[in-house]
T-cell receptor, first 115, second 110 residues
Framework: DVKVTQSSRYLVKRTGEKVFLECVQDMDHENMFWYRQDPGLGLRLIYFSYDVKMKEKGDIPEGYSVSREKKERFSLILESASTNQTSMYLC??????????????FGDGTRLSIL | DAKTTQPNSMESNEEEPVHLPCNHSTISGTDYIHWYRQLPSQGPEYVIHGLTSNVNNRMASLAIAEDRKSSTLILHRATLRDAAVYYCILPQGGSEKLVFGKGTKLTVNP
C-alpha cells in the first residue's frame, strides 16, 4: 500500500515564525500536493509538484512556499506564520497520469495552530 | 468545471448494502469520476474511480450511468468503520487538482 507520511500530527507555532511541514511518500510517485482543510471551505490546493524541483501554484499559494529537492519529499513552508494559517494541512501524492486518471493518496494531516 | 451534487447525509444499518448517489450532469468526456472518503481526524482516503465502465475493487463498486451524468458508489456490506464523509469528485479536466465539496456523511447503525 502507498504510504504518505507527514512529519507531525499536531504542531503549535507563534506568529511570525518560519514553519516547515514535511511530507514523504514511499511509492516513487511523480506528483505531490499540499492542501489545507478548513470547516465549511473543504480542501483547497496550496501547491503541487509534478517533478523534482518543479512546482505550480494552487488556489491559495499566498504566504506559502514549497521545496522538492528529492522525489519522495515535499516540504511546505510558511514564511512568516500568521493566525489565519491555523488549519489542517494535508499532503498527497499520485502517479503522473493522463486526464487525472490516477488517484491521490493522502497522509493523515498536520493540525497546525498559530498563536 | 464539472460540478457534483450529493445528498448531505445518509444512514444505513450494519451489514446492509449502501448506495451513495452522485449527480454530475456537466461532466465532460475525459473527466474521471473519483470517490474518496474521510474518517474523523484522518486524511481523505481514495476509494475508487472510473471513466465509463462499472468498476469494482476490494473496498467498493462504482456504477456509472450510461450517459455518465450520474454515478453510484456501492458498499456491499456496510460496517461501522465505513462511517465517514464520502466525496464524489471530478478532477478538473486536464489537471490533477481535486476539489472536495461537502460530500455525503454516512452514518452506519449497529
Amino acid at each position: 500500500d502507498v504510504k504518505v507520511t507527514q512529519s507531525s500530527r499536531y504542531l503549535v507555532k507563534r506568529t511570525g515564525e518560519k514553519v516547515f511541514l514535511e511530507c514523504v511518500q514511499d511509492m516513487d510517485h511523480e506528483n505531490m500536493f499540499w492542501y489545507r482543510q478548513d470547516p465549511g471551505l473543504g480542501l483547497r490546493l496550496i501547491y503541487f509538484s509534478y517533478d523534482v524541483k518543479m512546482k505550480e501554484k494552487g488556489d491559495i499559494p499566498e504566504g506559502y512556499s514549497v521545496s522538492r529537492e528529492k522525489k519522495e519529499r515535499f516540504s511546505l513552508i510558511l514564511e512568516s506564520a500568521s493566525t489565519n494559517q491555523t488549519s489542517m494541512y494535508l499532503c498527497a501524492s499520485s502517479l503522473l497520469g493522463y486526464y487525472s486518471n490516477q488517484p491521490q493518496h493522502f497522509g493523515d494531516g498536520t493540525r497546525l495552530s498559530i498563536l | 468545471d464539472a460540478k457534483t451534487t450529493q445528498p448531505n447525509s445518509m444512514e444505513s444499518n450494519e451489514e446492509e448494502p449502501v448506495h451513495l448517489p452522485c449527480n454530475h450532469s456537466t461532466i465532460s468526456g475525459t473527466d474521471y469520476i473519483h470517490w474518496y472518503r474521510q474518517l474523523p481526524s484522518q486524511g481523505p482516503e481514495y476509494v475508487i474511480h472510473g471513466l465509463t465502465s462499472n468498476v469494482n475493487n476490494r473496498m467498493a463498486s462504482l456504477a456509472i450511468a450510461e450517459d455518465r451524468k450520474s454515478s453510484t458508489l456501492i458498499l456491499h456490506r456496510a460496517t461501522l468503520r465505513d462511517a465517514a464523509v464520502y466525496y464524489c469528485i471530478l478532477p478538473q479536466g486536464g489537471s490533477e487538482k481535486l476539489v472536495f465539496g461537502k460530500g455525503t456523511k454516512l452514518t452506519v447503525n449497529p
